[in-house]
């Protein structure tokens, strides 16, 4: 199992990009999916989480800005950032808390699976 992130880029202050997170391998469910940001020098940061029942929520910095959404017939996570600000520069990962799979033919569960990151830069 395996998540894969791709939209980030080079944005000004006040533009737009949406960051899309895919979830590969043979996936019977997936539990929490959000997405976390880590600025150079700083901790990584939870920004949005989207609960199974279709519940989001924002970290106070990003609501109103950014809008997390998912399709579960594609196992996949989106982030819509608009309105970006310098400060929202980072590399952002998605993450899922809990992924039940399939191993030697048997449910498995895989915890804490994280993307690789996607670049997100802001030009002020």
């Known amino acids: 199992v395996q998540l894969q992130a791709s939209g980030g880029g080079l944005v000004q202050a006040g533009g737009s990009l949406r960051l899309s997170c895919a979830a590969s391998?043979?996936?019977?469910?997936?539990?929490?999916m959000d997405w976390y940001r880590q600025a150079p020098g700083q901790q990584r940061e939870l920004v949005a989480t989207?609960?199974?029942?279709?519940?989001?929520h924002y970290a106070r910095s990003v609501e109103d800005r950014f809008t997390i959404s998912r399709i579960r017939g594609e196992n996949s996570v989106y982030l819509q950032l608009t309105n970006l600000l310098p400060e929202d520069t980072a590399v952002y990962f998605c993450?899922?808390?809990?992924?039940?799979?399939?191993?030697?033919?048997?449910?498995?569960?895989?915890?804490?699976?994280w993307g690789q990151g996607t670049q997100v830069t802001v030009s002020s």
């Open positions: 993450h899922a808390d809990r992924i039940l799979t399939e191993k030697y033919g048997q449910a498995f569960e895989v915890l804490d699976s």
């Open positions: 391998g043979t996936i019977f469910s997936i539990n929490v």
């Open positions: 989207m609960t199974p029942g279709g519940t989001p």
